[in-house]
């Protein structure tokens, strides 16, 4: 079956770097666009970042545009979302999801992992 695991999730200080990644099993990695969601306490899982299937073409969430890059591994199954001057509004569950079209909705995500934690302390 299919199984998205990420890792990397942690606690930092504001200001501080993380990098989050998530290994892929179970399907064809390479023709999944892959896709990075948070979701913090009491609010609606939002948007931060997508790679399409090759890694050419990347979008990102205004709230975290220049401070986040998202990129992948095809041989390695693998997407990663490094993330620098974290701060506290950064504090959420981090999930990576697979999709077959390239968005930022996340009703086309097919395939999704169990979430990292991340929390930057202010």
């Known amino acids: 079956q299919v199984q998205l695991v990420e890792s990397g999730g942690g606690l930092v200080q504001a200001g501080g770097s993380l990098r989050l990644s998530c290994a892929a099993s179970g399907l064809t990695f390479s023709s999944y666009h892959m896709g990075w969601f948070r979701q913090a306490p009491g609010k609606e899982r939002e948007f931060v970042a997508a790679i399409s299937t090759g890694g050419r073409t990347t979008t990102y969430a205004d709230s975290v545009k220049g401070r986040c890059t998202i990129s992948r591994d095809n041989a390695k199954n693998t997407v990663y979302l490094q993330m620098n001057s974290l701060q506290p509004d950064d504090t959420a569950v981090y999930y990576c999801?697979?999709?077959?079209?390239?968005?930022?909705?996340?009703?086309?995500?097919?395939?999704w992992g169990q979430g990292t934690q991340v929390t930057a302390s202010s």
């Open positions: 999801a697979a999709s077959r079209a390239f968005t930022a909705s996340a009703y086309p995500y097919s395939y």
